[in-house]
């Protein structure tokens, strides 16, 4: 290699050995041009094998020598770039990386104000979001501030509001505050502004400005005619008293002392954030001077704030806070001198007015002695009366007295009632009692009275006309006829009822059965129409038994219907065994049907009659004869009597 191009490529080289980058368009940022660089090392390539004669423009892209030269040359800076691309075109790497320099970079330019402009638009915009997905972040941060502030603020006032009207009602009904409502009324001032006014007499005696974080007095003024001790010593009390407190009491440590009474002395305690003001008060002093002392406070940390956050114990800076502590030493309200002496016609007029009273309250309490004389009179009447009411429900069937009494000046009754039995609001009404007046309870049951009884048998058996149910000493007696099923549900129903009570007696009831209408319906029964072999109608000579059970069928019509009952008739076909079973079946119908035809035709009412076919399935005789067959083709009767 030539001394010349060694010291060409060392000077090329020389920047790739530090921390020189390179840029985007190729070049580093030493100013290096790569393309000169390719040029030197062909040149140097030439030098080590003479037999390659290309020119730079001609290397092999290939060359393993070249290849192996830039690695050497420039494979650090290769590996650092590639490492930098990849973290730039990856955005979560690129997150992590900015992450790692941001908070030092924000520390190092904490202190530039363009940092806080450049910043307050996001941050307000990240601040409204958040509050908007979520408001109780926002609430949470506020709670300990505002929460505080709110109570304190309605204690003041309800204290003060009580303060007022207790010193309403002390004086509203003697002889000063009778000038101090004329006071009120010829100002146009209320009544309690003007007692607050003349009673809450007070004077700030010591103000002290004590700082907060040291306990040292800032400064102290006195009133006039103040006598106290030593400034320093009676701030350090004050700050002992406070740590006190807050070091004895569980949740006390970030409060303390607000008020603090000794005797005729009140001790209020403001604080700031630098600065407490304590004002030591004698006499009554009103809650409105709370917000006084805060406003005199709040003036002072605005005008001194960063002399009282650096307060060492040097006071002689803070002259001009001694001009707004004499300000609060100024508070107070003295004794009005003007209260006027020797009235006797005040003092007659009281005594008039004290002897009117007297008369008003004797003639009030003769009234109330003679009214409550006339109470008790009325009393003891509603109480006769109630008992007499009461008497009477005891005395009605159906009706059990369990509980009788007085409740919240109603009179109380309760027991057991049937729901047979005679209400109870209907007899209170004949008694002359306002049901207003009453509280009733009464659970139902079913009494055992033979009249009960004897109501709920009739509403259930629903007798015939021709039946009466009676009660005769412990029984209930049922008389007169009636159909034999009408019979056998009473005897039912006479079974069914409970132990303890009367019984149903239906030993003198008669079965309609048994009487002219069994006679009549047994003929009727007794009767057979007969028919030839395959025929529908009836055999010859059978006309004369037509006619007689047309007269039988209708006297029973007319019996049924004197008797209050109902009589049916079933005509029963039948047919004998010969032939198809089916056909017998509509053979028997149709001669049943041909029977009622000819006895409506004899003026039978057709509603008495009812028609069915039984085939050869109810036969008269089980043999097979021919004469067994004759007797079995026929249509026979059946009576039956029902209730209406």
């Not at 502030?149 to 303060?163: N, V």
């Not at 002889?175 to 009544?191: I, P, Q, V």
């Not at 069994?518 to 004369?544: C, R, T, W």
Request: net charge negative.
């Amino acid at each position: 290699m030539t001394t010349s191009a060694s010291a060409t490529l060392e000077r090329l080289v020389r920047p790739f050995s530090g921390d020189a980058g390179i840029d985007r368009d190729g070049a580093d940022r030493a100013g290096i041009d790569r393309k000169a660089l390719a040029g030197l090392l062909a040149q140097l390539a030439r030098s080590v094998e003479p037999q390659s004669g290309a020119e730079p423009s001609d290397v092999p892209a290939v060359d393993p020598r070249l290849e192996q030269l830039r690695t050497l040359l420039v494979g650090r800076e290769i590996e650092v770039l590639g490492r930098l691309s990849e973290v730039v075109e990856d955005p979560e790497q690129l997150a992590v990386a900015v992450g790692r320099v941001l908070p030092t970079a924000i520390a190092h330019v904490s202190n530039d104000a363009q940092l806080g402009q450049v910043l307050a638009p996001a941050l307000e915009k990240a601040t409204q979001s958040s509050i908007r997905s979520d408001p109780r972040t926002l609430l949470n941060i506020l709670y300990p501030l505002i929460v505080p502030a709110i109570r304190k603020s309605i204690g003041e006032t309800i204290d003060e509001t009580f303060q007022s009207l207790n010193a309403s009602l002390k004086h509203s009904l003697t002889l000063r505050g009778l000038r101090w409502r004329w006071e009120a009324w010829r100002t146009g001032t209320s009544f309690a502004e003007v007692v607050l006014r003349h009673t809450l007499v007070y004077q700030v005696e010591h103000v002290f400005l004590i700082h907060r974080h040291t306990g040292l007095l800032i400064s102290h003024v006195a009133a006039e005619d103040a006598v106290g001790q030593d400034p320093q010593l009676v701030s350090s009390m004050l700050v002992a008293i406070q740590d006190f407190v807050r070091d004895s009491f569980s949740g006390a440590e970030q409060q303390g002392l607000d008020a603090v009474r000794l005797g005729e002395l009140w001790l209020w305690s403001e604080p700031g954030p630098f600065a407490t003001l304590v004002a030591v008060i004698r006499g009554n002093p009103p809650d409105g001077l709370h917000e006084s002392l805060r406003t005199v406070l709040s003036r002072i940390h605005d005008e001194r704030p960063h002399a009282l956050e650096s307060f060492d114990g040097d006071s002689s800076s803070f002259a001009d806070v001694e001009a707004h502590l004499r300000e609060c030493a100024a508070f107070g309200q003295r004794t009005p001198r003007s209260a006027e002496r020797g009235f006797p016609w005040l003092v007659a007029l009281t005594g008039l007015v004290l002897l009117a009273l007297a008369g008003v309250g004797g003639l009030r309490w003769w009234q109330n002695e003679r009214a409550w004389e006339h109470e008790q009179q009325l009393q003891e009447a509603k109480q006769q009366i109630w008992d007499g009411y009461v008497a009477r429900l005891r005395a009605q069937p159906g009706i059990v007295v369990t509980e009788v009494g007085r409740r919240d000046g109603k009179f109380v009754v309760a027991g057991l009632r049937d729901p047979l039995a005679v209400d109870p609001q209907l007899v209170l009404r004949q008694a002359g009692i306002d049901p207003t007046g009453v509280i009733s309870r009464w659970e139902p049951y079913q009494g055992l009275d033979p009249e009960f009884v004897l109501k709920r048998l009739q509403a259930s058996l629903d007798p015939p006309p021709t039946v009466t149910l009676m009660v005769e000493g412990d029984h209930i007696v049922a008389q007169g006829s009636a159909a034999s099923t009408w019979i056998e549900r009473a005897r039912t129903a006479g079974r069914m009822l409970p132990a303890g009570g009367p019984g149903l007696d239906l030993s003198r009831l008669h079965d309609i059965n048994e009487g002219a209408i069994g006679k009549l319906s047994e003929a009727i029964q007794s009767h057979d129409i007969h028919f030839n072999f395959n025929e529908s109608l009836p055999a010859p000579g059978q006309d004369a038994i037509l006619d007689q059970l047309a007269k039988e069928l209708t006297d029973l019509a007319s019996l049924a219907s004197s008797l209050h009952v109902t009589a049916r008739v079933m005509l029963t076909g039948h047919s004998d065994d010969a032939g198809n079973g089916t056909f017998n079946l509509s053979l028997s119908l149709a001669r049943a049907e041909a029977v009622r035809a000819l006895l409506k035709k004899r003026g039978v009412d057709p509603d008495l009659l009812a028609v069915r076919g039984a085939g050869q399935l109810e036969p008269l005789e089980a043999a097979s004869s021919e004469a067994a067959r004759s007797a079995n083709r026929r249509v026979s009767f059946k009576v039956g009597i029902e209730e209406q």
